[in-house]
Structure formats: C-alpha cells, structure tokens
C-alpha cells in the first residue's frame, strides 16, 4: 500500500485527555463521575465570561480581529509590557507549536525535561525536530545542570516547564538564573508558566517579571486554567519584538476567535474572583498533599493545581482502581499518576479510593 503520511508518525505516541465522565458514570452504573484528570479549575465560568460569549456568538458570522488587538492591549496594561510582545493563540500548547515552526527546521533540536508536557515530544516531531529529553532528578523536577550540558550547536529551543506538569514541582530563581546564564544567546528558552497563578513559593520567579528583558527568552501563559477557560483555548506568548514578529507570521490566521477573544476580555475583569479560587485550590492542595504523604511519603511539593504520586510502575493499576470508585485520574504508566486539585468534595473521595488503593 502506498503511504501517504510520513513514517516517523508512526511511533509518536497520541495526545491523552483525560477520560470521558460520562462514559465511566455509565459503565459504574452511578449518577456522575468526577474528573481529577485534566487540571481544570472546578468552580465554573468566572463572573461576566458566559455573557460576552453570548453577546459574541451573535457575531460568530464575521471573522474576528486576526490582530487580537483589544485583548493585546488589556494583557499588555495588565503585565506592563508593549503589545508587540505579545502573541496570542489557541492555548499556549499551540503557541509552543508555532514557536517549534518559528525557530527549528528538520534536524535541529529542541532540549527539555522529562517527564514534562506530554505535548513536547509531539510538537518537536511535528516539525522534524529532535527531541533531546533530559531525565528529572530523583526529586521529581528538572535537572538544569544536565539541561545545559544537553545543549549543542544543533540546539534552538530550551523548554523549562515552570512549575513543571506532571510533577508539580518548580524551578527557583538561583538555578534558573545558573541555567538561563549557561545558555548560548543564539538559543531560545521557553519558559512553560501555564500554572503561574497557583504558586506561593517566592523562590520561584515570575518569568516575566524576572526575565522579560533577556532578548532570548519567552514566557507562556494560559488562560485555560485559574481563568477558567479551558474550553474556549486562549493563551498568550511574551517575547521579544523580533521573536514575536516572527511567530506572527507562523500562526493559523484567525486561530484566536471571536468568543476567546471576548470571554478573555471578561475574565481578566474578574482578577479578585481568580485569586480566591485560587487561594482554595492552594489551600486544598495543602491538605491533599498532607494525606497522600500519610500513604506515599515521597509525593513531591506541588506549586500547580495538582499533585503527582511517583508510583513508576504502579501508575496504570493506581488510576484503574480509581476509576472503579468514581474517580478519574490521570496515570503515566511507569512514571506516576497526576491528580487535579478540585472541589473539598471531590478531593475527599479521590482521598478514600487512594487509601483504599495505596
């Protein structure tokens, strides 16, 4: 049979969501199931969201403003940044995308942590990049000494997944400003802040705050998870302007629609909702934290709205029998299993089918 597509797909492995709610209540025979999978904030639209998607479908028949300029404008007022720095996208896992597109042609490489964002390795294959995975430490987070020594003159893309998903676990200001000082100017550093708004540590710097001036660094931000908008896709990108300009010139035209642009725009009005979500995930976070250690000593301190259990092998049978309670988390077989922060209630039963499974 003549192929059509290129070989190489064939061993990258698919992008997993987290499962189906639905499905698993209908098989448990049970009214719902709850999902701890995906690392959604479980509190609803903030405040003023579900109205400007309302008011925006009415104009879903006109293209929206390829130039995203409004919403531009208000992130660059609220950061304190120029709006030519700033690009927005479907999510910040189609912005890394396009930065792959931006910077890597086929053989060159792209150095990052592992396990980090199951969507890495896709994203580089995707543009005939290399994948050069470098392992975590024993603690669970990323070795950016090794990251350093990783990077050759093949290498165009840095990826520091801050805090990391699915560990949980963060880089602080004294190694990463080791790492980012080890960096060759000529390669870029992404800095992954997509769980930016759930970090109490104050070691762990603020990229763009920290390091929004060095030419050859980039931050992602999400709006899709303490915003709340992870059904809607909207993310943003800071670089520089000549990395930003670029980046531009790669992005699906009118990738960021009408309604991500107006729910957005209303979420960002919601700041003080944001943080006392926030503050409850944090502090639920705590306490899951706290009991899991009861069973699992070595659970790694989280800075994200979610906690991962090192379970290697264990990880698959681990969220089998917890979906049997109802309960669906997140397994990476041979590495461990990572579980979403959500409502006291929710944490509470995923806490009793862990006692009842560790």
């Known amino acids: 049979m003549t192929r059509l597509t290129r070989a190489d797909l064939e061993a990258l492995p698919a992008y997993v969501p987290g499962r189906n709610v639905a499905d698993l209540a209908r098989e448990l025979g049970i009214a719902e199931a709850i ?51 700033i690009v927005t996208g479907c999510g910040s896992v189609a912005l890394a995308e396009h930065l792959v597109k ?41 070795d950016l000494t090794a990251m350093a020594e990783a990077i050759t003159d093949r290498t165009r893309l840095a990826i520091v997944c801050n805090p990391n998903n699915p560990t949980g676990t963060s880089v602080r200001r004294a190694e990463l400003d080791r790492f980012l000082d080890d960096v060759p100017d000529d390669v870029l550093v992404v800095l992954d802040e997509a769980y930016r708004e759930f970090v109490t540590d104050d070691e762990v710097p603020d990229g763009l705050v920290t390091y929004g001036d060095r030419p050859n660094v980039v931050v992602l931000r999400t709006l899709s998870k303490a915003w709340g908008l992870a059904g809607l896709r909207i993310g943003f990108l800071v670089g520089q302007p000549e990395v930003a300009g670029a980046i ?22 919601a700041e003080d909702e944001v943080k006392r979500r926030c503050a409850i995930v944090i502090s639920e976070r705590e306490r899951v934290t706290e009991a899991l250690r009861k069973l699992l000593p070595d659970v790694p301190s989280s800075q994200s709205n979610f906690v991962w259990l090192p379970l290697g092998d264990r990880a698959a049978a681990f969220g089998a029998a917890c979906e049997k309670r109802g309960v669906i988390v997140r397994p990476f077989q041979g590495d461990g299993v990572r579980v979403t922060i959500g409502t006291p209630e929710e944490n509470d039963a995923f806490l009793a089918a862990a006692e009842a499974s560790l």
């Open 35 to 85: 999902k701890l999978a995906s690392n959604e904030v479980p509190f609803g639209p903030l405040p003023g969201v579900p109205e400007a998607v309302a008011a925006a479908v009415a104009q879903s028949h006109r293209y929206p403003d390829m130039g995203v300029v409004e919403l531009r404008d208000k992130l660059a007022a609220r950061y304190g940044i120029s709006p030519e720095r």
């Open 102 to 142: 931006a910077t890597c042609l086929p053989g060159d490489e792209i150095v990052y942590a592992w396990r980090s964002f199951e969507a890495y390795p896709i994203i580089s294959a995707g543009a005939g990049a290399t994948s050069v995975r470098v392992p975590n430490t024993a603690g669970h987070g990323h």
């Open 248 to 269: 531009r010139k790669v992005l699906t035209p009118f990738s960021t629609s009408i309604v991500a642009q107006a729910a957005a725009l209303a979420a960002l009005d």
